[in-house]
């Protein structure tokens, strides 16, 4: 949005678009001609402008097709209140004072900001949660030990290692063709190793 301007009861808004191009839309204050009748509110599927869902069948009462979220209502009629509120005092610094501090006076009522409640009060909420007084004396239990100490594995050594490595089933290697420990790729090392020794 540009700009808003308001002449003799109407009220002039300059919107600009993607493109860059300016629109003016206008609607007079004083008549409710931009409200939607109550008739056309409806959901996104409609075949037509009253209502009457596609795939439930026509049904002859609107008014029993409808259903009125209250929640949704009322917060649509809050938001309206407020934003109504917000155009009349615009500009108006004591009013905007006001009605800012009248604001934080119900939020703090609705959801309780800056009470402190004492300690009999918080313990006798407490005994009302649960159902029961809270004890006087806790017993607390000590975890259980756990030992960690060597459960490490403890590294082999050459005989062991040798006995792993014959109880193992050879593989046949597609270079020399033995069945063995070894295969193509490290079959001439290994042959080399054994010669020396």
């Given at each position: 949005m540009v700009k808003t301007?308001?002449?003799?009861?109407?009220?002039?808004?300059?919107?600009?678009?993607?493109?860059?191009?300016?629109?003016?839309?206008?609607?007079?204050?004083?008549?409710?001609?931009?409200?939607?009748?109550?008739?056309?509110?409806?959901?996104?599927w409609l075949k037509s402008n009253f209502v009457k869902p596609v795939h439930c069948g026509f049904v002859d009462d609107i008014e029993k097709a409808?259903?009125?979220d209250l929640a949704t209502q009322e917060w649509r009629?809050?938001?309206?209140?407020?934003?109504?509120?917000?155009?009349t005092?615009?500009?108006?610094?004591?009013?905007?004072?006001?009605?800012?501090?009248?604001?934080?006076?119900?939020?703090?009522?609705?959801?309780?900001?800056g009470i402190v409640l004492s300690i009999s009060d918080k313990r006798q909420m407490i005994e009302n949660l649960y159902g029961s007084q809270a004890p006087s004396e806790i017993d607390v239990h000590p975890p259980d030990v756990v030992k960690t100490k060597g459960s490490g594995r403890r590294p082999l050594t050459r005989l062991e290692q040798a006995?792993?490595?014959?109880?193992?089933s050879g593989r046949k290697?597609?270079?020399?063709?033995?069945?063995?420990?070894h295969d193509a790729r490290n079959c001439?090392?290994?042959?080399?190793?054994q010669k020396t020794k």
């Open positions: 301007s308001i002449e003799d009861d109407t009220e002039i808004y300059v919107i600009n678009d993607k493109f860059s191009k300016d629109w003016s839309v206008s609607y007079s204050a004083t008549r409710d001609s931009y409200l939607v009748p109550d008739h056309l509110h409806g959901g996104r409808l259903i009125i009629d809050m938001h309206g209140d407020y934003f109504e509120v917000a155009q005092i615009k500009g108006n610094v004591d009013q905007i004072r006001a009605f800012r501090q009248i604001i934080a006076e119900g939020k703090k009522a609705i959801f309780g900001e006995m792993k490595m014959k109880a193992k290697c597609a270079e020399c063709g033995e069945v063995g420990n001439k090392k290994i042959k080399e190793k």
